[in-house]
């Protein structure tokens, strides 16, 4: 069955530009979360939707970073302005409630030059 | 201090081997707790919750100390494919998942 897909897989861009990162999540789950997990650090948590709202967005790094979500389905993260230390995988989840299993999308591995 | 915190190893240990893994956190009011494993370059994967009164599956042991704050994942007969980044992860979401992942604890498994 189709999991949490996400695109790019890869992507590579110069400091300074803005990066779109896609997740679609597993059918019919309405709770979708997005992590970082830097070169050999642990992930970390960035936002959480229940449905198109964010309840927790706490872990976004700074303003230059959003994240929408429509029809209950598609989320996009935002990051505008991308420095080097952006440079990461970004992870994206979902589960069928808030407080089910989660399951994690392959990631997007950014890399800013 | 980090939320969630493990001994990044690398633990190399021949097949067959027992071995123990261990981890602490931060936020007493912690709601939930689990072990995921993550391969090279891989999303992380659900490997088992961990309950208090411990839980077994299969080769794998798990036991939580709500008291000292102490989480362990006990692998036995270790296998080849066990061979993996072990991350302890804490739920401090009231009412939905916001997991706190530690940096994890590789185990590279050899004949």
């Known amino acids: 069955g189709a999991g949490v897909s996400q695109s790019p897989s890869n992507k590579v861009t110069e400091k300074g530009k803005d990066v779109e990162l896609r997740c679609d999540p597993i059918?019919?789950?309405?709770?979708l979360y997005w992590y970082r997990q830097s070169l050999g650090q642990g992930l970390e948590f960035l936002i959480y939707?229940?449905?198109?709202?964010?309840?927790?967005k706490s872990g976004l790094p700074s303003d230059r970073f959003s994240a929408e979500r429509t029809g209950g389905s598609v989320s996009t993260l935002t990051i505008q302005r991308t420095q080097q230390e952006d440079s990461a995988v970004y992870l994206c989840?979902?589960?069928?409630?808030?407080?089910?299993?989660?399951?994690f999308g392959e990631g997007s591995w950014l890399t800013v030059v | 201090r980090k939320e969630v915190e493990q001994d990044p190893g690398p633990f190399n240990v021949p097949e067959g081997a027992t071995v123990a893994f261990n981890c602490t956190y931060s936020?007493?009011?912690?709601?939930?707790f689990f072990w995921y494993r993550q391969d090279c370059r891989k999303e992380p994967k659900l490997l088992m919750s961990v309950y208090s009164s411990g839980n077994e599956d299969g080769r794998f042991t798990a036991q939580l100390n709500r008291a000292s704050q102490y989480i362990s994942l006990l692998i036995r007969d270790s296998k080849l494919s066990d061979s993996a980044t072990y991350l302890c992860?804490?739920?401090?979401?009231?009412?939905?998942?916001?997991?706190?992942f530690g940096a994890g604890t590789r185990l590279a498994v050899h004949p």
């Open positions: 059918s019919g789950h309405t709770a």
């Open positions: 992860v804490v739920n401090e979401g009231n009412g939905y998942n916001k997991l706190i």
């Open positions: 939707f229940q449905g198109n709202s964010a309840p927790d």
């Open positions: 936020n007493s009011a912690s709601q939930s």
């Open positions: 989840a979902s589960s069928q409630g808030s407080g089910n299993t989660i399951y």
